[in-house]
């Protein structure tokens, strides 16, 4: 299997405040990542630097054989090869959802319309909520938008889909209804980084786990082995902790 | 004194409102009587108090009706909206009594005593509003100077335009884009052309004969169309991350924003042909209507900006993450959410804009607000001036108020969030 995204000795400071320190991190094709930690250990940074919506100040990343610096000139190519899931939805208010999927493939891929209309419907039914596609994102409930988030981003076909808490703004009854279509997705072999305190998901989808805390990944391993015997203490407390 | 003899219950109900109703009837008869018959049925009393006492017999009776769940809905409305408290109850009155004494005079003014026929000012017997002033010069109010028979062009030209703006309306969506590019970028220069001739066999109306409510028109139009897009520039500008465009932007809206339009005209009329080489000459409407769209631009800048920063950031994060480029996440994401949500700011920014228009009378040019000056001044229609502003506001206010409901009515339709 070969690699998709690389990070080599990453660094990044807001201000003063250093919010990752030296990470490095290999993705292959196809592969599940889990990201958990506590609040403020850097997760969510970490996958924003791999889009660039966060800059990192210090180190390399290179994602699909391309490297991300400022120096970037089709920031919005690799960008639109990245598909991502935000925590707190952000689906396009003034659009309808149906809207909100072919806006993208339009006018960023240049697709004829009617294709991307097709494509966004497929992507609508994959998340089960395609029967809503003419509402707004103001008239479904949380678990809705989230799909309809992701159906979004499946839109522009990436090759990697990054999920940043894709659940923690939700009631705890949609919770199931977003994780089974994510889980769906990585059935159907799609590269996933995933920020998460889902452990459940976890335990089901990843391939590896990484645990961070104070913008440094403490522990990185094989799923299996992160819940059986991890082997760090302060990977034992967390675990301890949440499950 | 005890009050609690005062409040009525269940059996004595209709006793307290028939004679508090008594008592508000005497309250307003004497309202009445005094300021259409001049005369006092309390004269008997000391000055002062017989001047309060309506007041005194509207409070008392308001207080003896104020019942809870009385049972009747009409006196129960009464009670609620009006009558709430001592205060509010004192708040009605003055509001029932002024409207008593200062409507019927107005009215008299307008329309009873106020003359129509006749062509002169000697027409007019001076009792009311002399409207023949208004008659009689409503060509110039409408045309300004423009030669009377030329006028077919303005309407032409005016005409056309509503026709358009109202096909706009009610012909299929996908032709709708097509009229509304053509309105703006089209349309303007054909209606110049028009009204001002030179060519086609039309005859050369320099502007400076042009004015009044066409006027008025013109350049509110010219300023509202073109102030927006610039308005829009800037704002994005002066959130650039490129320091060479934001300082441009802040000090050209802090340079717009710091002067008085009057100035900015005058500077527009006297001393920009300074800085124009010999020979070139700038048309004078063309120069204050660029002067008033750059100032009222600086004030669309920020009102856009307001709702750039109302957008929270995840937007601007969703529309990266889609692969979208700066300026196609400002122009599908960003400005329809921005625009939709300061539409109360841009339609103030309009209205401010149509009421600036009659401060081009420094410059020479006579919109609506500057004709009914100048047709003060006319040795014939001397005194005038109260019928002549009145017009002027009425019609201003007429053209705000379509605007301002437009505003309304365009928020509502946009309005897509639960």
Request: some cysteine; overall charge positive.
């Amino acid at each position: 299997m070969s690699k998709i995204i690389e990070l080599k000795n990453v660094n990044k400071w807001f201000d003063k405040f250093q919010a990752l320190k030296d990470i490095n991190l290999e993705v292959n094709q196809q592969e599940k990542i889990v990201i958990c930690g506590p609040s403020g250990s850097g997760k969510s940074t970490l996958i924003r630097c791999i889009n660039r919506l966060e800059e990192h100040q210090d180190g390399q990343i290179i994602v699909d054989g391309k490297e991300i610096s400022e120096n970037t000139k089709d920031l919005e190519k690799i960008r639109a090869e990245v598909g991502m899931v935000f925590q707190q939805f952000n689906l396009f208010p003034h659009l309808s959802i149906l809207d909100n999927c072919t806006l993208a493939p339009i006018w960023v891929k240049k697709m004829p319309k009617k294709d991307a209309e097709a494509l966004a419907m497929k992507n609508l039914e994959r998340v089960q909520i395609a029967d809503q596609a003419k509402k707004f994102p103001g008239q479904l409930s949380g678990g809705q938008q989230q799909r309809s988030a992701l159906a979004r981003a499946l839109c522009m076909e990436p090759k990697i889909m990054l999920f940043d808490e894709p659940t923690s703004a939700l009631d705890p009854e949609m919770i199931k209804e977003v994780l089974d279509a994510m889980v769906d997705l990585a059935k159907a072999g799609m590269t996933m980084i995933v920020v998460t305190h889902e452990m459940g998901f976890a335990k089901e989808v990843a391939d590896n786990m990484i645990f961070m805390d104070e913008g440094k990944i403490v522990e990185k391993a094989k799923t299996k082995d992160f819940f059986e015997n991890p082997k760090s203490d302060r990977t034992k407390l967390f675990l301890s902790q949440i499950l | 004194m005890n009050l609690s003899i005062l409040k009525a219950d269940k059996k004595n109900l209709n006793t307290f409102i028939t004679i508090g109703s008594v008592l508000i009837f005497i309250g307003l008869i004497d309202i009445i009587l005094s300021s259409f018959l001049s005369t006092n049925i309390t004269a008997f009393l000391p000055d002062k108090i017989s001047y309060l006492t309506p007041l005194l017999f509207g409070l008392f009776g308001l207080y003896l009706i104020r019942i809870e769940f009385s049972g009747n809905k009409l006196l129960d409305k009464v009670n609620t909206n009006f009558n709430s408290s001592n205060f509010n109850a004192l708040l009605t009155l003055l509001v029932i009594f002024a409207l008593i004494k200062y409507i019927p005079p107005l009215l008299n003014w307008f329309v009873f005593d106020a003359n129509f026929a006749g062509n002169t000012k000697e027409d007019c017997t001076g009792d009311g509003a002399c409207w023949v002033f208004v008659k009689v010069w409503l060509n110039r109010f409408v045309y300004g100077l423009y030669p009377d028979t030329e006028q077919w062009r303005i309407n032409t030209a005016f005409l056309t335009l509503f026709l358009l703006v109202g096909a706009s309306f009610f012909v299929p969506q996908r032709y709708k884009k097509y009229i509304i590019i053509f309105l703006l970028f089209v349309y303007p220069i054909i209606g110049l052309k028009l009204i001002s001739g030179g060519d086609f066999g039309l005859k050369y109306v320099e502007t400076g004969a042009w004015g009044g409510l066409s006027l008025t028109f013109i350049v509110s139009a010219f300023a509202l169309i073109l102030c927006f897009p610039i308005g829009t520039i800037l704002a994005l500008g002066r959130r650039s991350k490129l320091p060479a465009i934001r300082y441009t932007s802040i000090g050209f809206i802090e340079l717009w924003r710091g002067v008085p339009l009057i100035t900015v005209l005058f500077m527009s009329a006297v001393m920009f042909p300074m800085f124009l080489p010999d020979g070139t000459y700038v048309d004078k409407l063309i120069r204050v209507l660029i002067a008033i769209t750059l100032f009222e631009a600086a004030y669309m800048a920020e009102v856009v900006r307001g709702g750039l920063q109302a957008l929270p950031k995840g937007q601007y994060e969703a529309a990266k993450s889609l692969g979208m480029g700066y300026w196609k996440m400002h122009f599908l994401i960003i400005l329809p959410q921005a625009l939709k949500l300061v539409i109360p700011g841009i339609a103030n920014t309009f209205l401010a804009l149509v009421k600036d228009t009659p401060l081009i009378f420094v410059v020479g040019l006579l919109e609506l607000a500057g004709m009914v000056n100048l047709a003060k001044t006319n040795p014939k229609w001397l005194g005038m001036a109260m019928e002549g502003y009145v017009f002027a506001g009425l019609v201003f206010w007429v053209i705000c108020y379509v605007m301002s409901r437009y505003s309304q009515n365009l928020e509502k339709k946009l309005k897509t969030e639960r």
